[in-house]
């Protein structure tokens, strides 16, 4: 990951609305992309992934969008509920080899009820 | 639900001191990773085993910090002697195969070094 400082950027949103949360990543070579959602005092759980063969996955309430042009990556939180306040994580994976995930800065989501 | 185990949730120690932390990975698991994490960042990988064997440990501060996983099932990591610049919480993460990518991560140790 890259080091950024101790200042997470934070997105406040409306319960209800729509939340994005943008990701640049590094490393052109990488195939397989990840989200992560921290809550405060536990360790980082699997949201959703996508392979660089596709440019949009969808789960539930979820989006996932990449753009490998520009190497960016972004998670789209639809009707966004208290319960998903928390610090987001992106994460590429270049699978050549043993698999090394590189997680990037992560983004704070605040819902304000 | 299968989780990661992992202990002490929390542990203060002084620097100089010896620390280890352990992790039980979901049973399994063939890979087990190690990760630290600064406050406001994101995790750093330390090591990677594949069942008993170190694959990557290019990120492991050798000097203080050891891993080991005897048996390919659980797993340490120990720091000594401990520096201030070690406060963070270490994060243990396992998956299924080499190439299967989803991680599953436990609760995480907070270490404070005074």
């Known amino acids: 990951g890259e080091s950024v400082g101790l200042h997470l950027p934070t997105l406040s949103v409306q319960e209800g609305d729509n939340s994005i949360i943008n990701c640049a990543y590094s490393n052109s070579a990488s195939d397989y992309f990840i989200w992560y959602k921290q809550e405060s005092g536990k360790g980082p759980q699997f949201i959703i992934d996508?392979?660089?063969?596709?440019d949009k996955r969808q789960g539930q309430r979820v989006t996932v969008l990449l753009n490998k042009t520009v190497k960016h990556l972004s998670l789209q939180i639809a009707a966004t509920q208290p319960g998903d306040s928390a610090v987001y994580f992106c994460a590429e994976n270049f699978s050549g080899g043993y698999q090394k995930v590189t997680f990037g800065t992560g983004t704070k989501l605040q819902v304000i009820p | 639900e299968a989780e990661v185990a992992q202990s002490p949730r929390y542990k203060i120690t002084e620097k100089s001191q010896a620390v280890a932390f352990w992790c039980d990975p979901i049973?399994?698991?063939?890979?087990l990773y190690w990760y630290r994490q600064i406050l406001g960042q994101g995790p750093e990988l330390l090591v990677q085993?594949?069942?008993?064997?170190?694959?990557?440990d290019s990120q492991l501060p050798k000097d203080r910090f050891s891993a080991e996983r005897l048996k390919g099932v659980d797993s340490t990591l120990k720091i000594q002697p401990a520096e201030l610049g070690d406060s963070a919480m270490y994060l243990c993460?396992?998956?299924?195969?080499?190439?299967?990518?989803?991680?599953?991560f436990g609760p995480g140790t907070r270490l404070t070094v005074l």
């Open positions: 996508i392979r660089s063969n596709m």
């Open positions: 993460a396992s998956s299924l195969h080499r190439n299967t990518d989803t991680q599953y």
């Open positions: 085993f594949q069942d008993e064997s170190v694959v990557d």
């Open positions: 049973s399994g698991h063939a890979t």
